[in-house]
Nanobody, 125 residues
Framework: QVQLVESGGGLVQAGDSLRLSCAAS????????MAWFRQGPGKEREFVTRISSSGLSTHYADSVKGRFTISRDNAKNTVYLQMNSLKPEDTAVYYCAAAPSSRGLILRPSAYDYWGQGTQVTVSS
């Protein structure tokens, strides 16, 4: 079992930055690939970004490429999402998720075993 707790969400203006954190506990953190998903009002949950267990490989959705950066600190059992140049369309609940590294690069929510409770990000225009 892995427990995930997100933090760092809030209300910001377009163009601002936020940094989300996801703290993990309960199991060996560095065997899991970690990802961020988001779910906007009336929308399905969508993939945002993912980082490999080692931190050497990352992947981004086209909608956030160049603006968002995922990173992890395995010593602190934490994954981060740095979000710059935020847009109103980035408004969503952001979730972190974990999947065993053996599954490779996966983008669909159903492939992730563990989820945090989510943190709200609201970007005003």
């Amino acid at each position: 079992q892995v427990q995930l707790v997100e933090s760092g969400g809030g209300l910001v203006q377009a163009g601002d930055s936020l940094r989300l954190s996801c703290a993990a506990s309960g199991h060996t953190f560095n065997i899991y690939n970690m990802a961020w998903f988001r779910q906007g009002p009336g929308k399905e949950r969508e993939f945002v970004t993912r980082i490999s267990s080692s931190g050497l490989s990352t992947h981004y959705a086209d909608s956030v490429k160049g603006r968002f950066t995922i990173s992890r600190d395995n010593a602190k059992n934490t994954v981060y999402l740095q979000m710059n140049s935020l847009k109103p369309e980035d408004t969503a609940v952001y979730y972190c998720a974990a999947a065993p590294s053996s599954r490779g690069l996966i983008l669909r929510p159903s492939a992730y075993d563990y989820w945090g409770q989510g943190t709200q990000v609201t970007v005003s225009s």
